[in-house]
Protein backbone atom coordinates (compact mmCIF):
# COMPACT_ATOMS: atom_id res chain seq x y z
CA UNK A 1 0.00 0.00 0.00
CA UNK A 2 1.03 3.26 -0.73
CA UNK A 3 0.39 6.74 0.54
CA UNK A 4 0.48 9.88 -1.01
CA UNK A 5 0.40 13.13 0.04
CA UNK A 6 0.70 16.55 -2.03
CA UNK A 7 1.92 19.49 -1.63
CA UNK A 8 2.67 23.08 -3.76
CA UNK A 9 -0.56 24.35 -4.53
CA UNK A 10 -1.32 28.34 -4.27
CA UNK A 11 -2.62 31.48 -5.52
CA UNK A 12 -0.27 32.26 -8.53
CA UNK A 13 -1.35 35.02 -11.14
CA UNK A 14 -2.55 34.13 -14.49
CA UNK A 15 0.30 33.51 -16.86
CA UNK A 16 2.18 32.35 -13.63
CA UNK A 17 3.78 28.68 -12.40
CA UNK A 18 3.87 26.43 -10.17
CA UNK A 19 5.13 22.85 -9.42
CA UNK A 20 2.69 20.45 -7.50
CA UNK A 21 4.88 17.84 -5.54
CA UNK A 22 3.20 14.24 -4.51
CA UNK A 23 5.13 12.23 -2.16
CA UNK A 24 4.75 8.84 -1.89
CA UNK A 25 5.87 6.59 1.28
CA UNK A 26 5.10 2.29 1.72
CA UNK A 27 6.06 2.05 -1.58
CA UNK A 28 8.24 3.01 -4.82
CA UNK A 29 6.75 5.52 -7.23
CA UNK A 30 8.28 3.04 -9.78
CA UNK A 31 6.15 0.29 -9.03
CA UNK A 32 2.89 2.41 -9.98
CA UNK A 33 0.60 3.88 -12.54
CA UNK A 34 0.33 7.73 -11.11
CA UNK A 35 -1.89 10.35 -12.31
CA UNK A 36 -2.75 13.94 -11.60
CA UNK A 37 -6.23 14.77 -10.89
CA UNK A 38 -8.26 18.30 -10.78
CA UNK A 39 -12.33 18.99 -9.77
CA UNK A 40 -12.97 22.61 -9.58
CA UNK A 41 -16.16 23.56 -7.71
CA UNK A 42 -19.71 22.19 -9.33
CA UNK A 43 -17.11 20.25 -12.13
CA UNK A 44 -16.76 16.16 -12.13
CA UNK A 45 -13.00 15.08 -11.27
CA UNK A 46 -11.21 15.40 -14.45
CA UNK A 47 -7.48 13.67 -15.36
CA UNK A 48 -5.17 15.72 -15.80
CA UNK A 49 -1.73 13.96 -16.84
CA UNK A 50 -0.38 10.42 -15.74
CA UNK A 51 2.90 8.64 -16.27
CA UNK A 52 3.18 4.87 -15.98
CA UNK A 53 5.79 2.66 -14.23
CA UNK A 54 8.04 2.93 -17.27
CA UNK A 55 7.97 6.74 -17.58
CA UNK A 56 5.16 7.00 -20.72
CA UNK A 57 2.82 9.84 -20.06
CA UNK A 58 -0.69 11.05 -20.77
CA UNK A 59 -2.26 14.45 -21.09
CA UNK A 60 -5.31 16.24 -21.15
CA UNK A 61 -5.83 17.98 -24.25
CA UNK A 62 -6.46 21.39 -21.93
CA UNK A 63 -2.83 21.19 -20.63
CA UNK A 64 -0.79 19.39 -23.29
CA UNK A 65 1.85 22.11 -23.97
CA UNK A 66 1.58 23.40 -20.52
CA UNK A 67 1.93 21.20 -18.04
CA UNK A 68 4.65 18.33 -17.46
CA UNK A 69 4.44 15.19 -15.26
CA UNK A 70 7.85 13.73 -13.81
CA UNK A 71 8.78 11.67 -11.31
CA UNK A 72 11.79 11.46 -8.94
CA UNK A 73 12.25 7.67 -8.01
CA UNK A 74 15.25 8.51 -5.88
CA UNK A 75 12.88 10.77 -3.70
CA UNK A 76 9.69 8.49 -4.40
CA UNK A 77 7.69 11.79 -5.49
CA UNK A 78 6.16 12.42 -8.61
CA UNK A 79 5.47 16.49 -9.97
CA UNK A 80 3.42 18.48 -12.10
CA UNK A 81 5.03 21.51 -13.68
CA UNK A 82 1.90 23.68 -14.47
CA UNK A 83 3.13 26.97 -16.73
CA UNK A 84 1.01 29.39 -18.18
CA UNK A 85 -1.64 29.21 -16.03
CA UNK A 86 -5.51 30.19 -16.43
CA UNK A 87 -8.44 31.10 -14.36
CA UNK A 88 -9.71 27.51 -15.78
CA UNK A 89 -6.77 25.58 -14.29
CA UNK A 90 -8.24 26.66 -10.64
CA UNK A 91 -9.29 23.50 -8.38
CA UNK A 92 -8.03 20.78 -6.15
CA UNK A 93 -5.12 18.39 -7.53
CA UNK A 94 -4.81 15.04 -6.30
CA UNK A 95 -2.33 12.52 -7.27
CA UNK A 96 -3.46 9.21 -7.40
CA UNK A 97 -1.88 5.69 -8.01
CA UNK A 98 -2.56 1.78 -8.88
CA UNK A 99 -0.31 -0.97 -9.49
CA UNK A 100 -2.12 -1.97 -12.65
CA UNK A 101 -4.54 -0.17 -14.92
CA UNK A 102 -5.17 -2.20 -17.94
CA UNK A 103 -5.61 0.03 -21.41
CA UNK A 104 -3.96 2.45 -20.10
CA UNK A 105 -4.16 5.00 -23.39
CA UNK A 106 -7.49 4.64 -22.94
CA UNK A 107 -8.49 4.89 -19.15
CA UNK A 108 -5.44 7.00 -17.35
CA UNK A 109 -8.28 9.97 -17.33
CA UNK A 110 -10.64 7.65 -15.15
CA UNK A 111 -10.72 8.34 -11.57
CA UNK A 112 -12.14 4.85 -10.95
CA UNK A 113 -8.85 3.28 -12.48
CA UNK A 114 -6.83 4.41 -9.23
CA UNK A 115 -7.04 2.67 -5.86
CA UNK A 116 -4.45 5.43 -3.95
CA UNK A 117 -5.49 9.10 -3.39
CA UNK A 118 -3.85 11.98 -1.56
CA UNK A 119 -5.96 14.47 0.09
CA UNK A 120 -4.91 16.84 -2.66
CA UNK A 121 -3.71 20.39 -2.47
CA UNK A 122 -5.58 23.91 -3.89
CA UNK A 123 -4.30 25.95 -7.06
CA UNK A 124 -6.30 29.37 -7.24
CA UNK A 125 -5.53 31.72 -10.22
CA UNK A 126 -5.99 35.43 -8.81
CA UNK A 127 -4.63 38.59 -10.33
Known amino acids: QVLLLESGGGPVPPGGSLRLSCAASGDSVANYYMGWFRQAPGNEREGVAAITPGGYTYYADSVKGRFTVTRDISKNTLYLQMNNLNPEDAAMYSC?????????????????????WGQGTQVTISP
Open 96 to 116: AADTSISIMSIRWHQSAEYKY
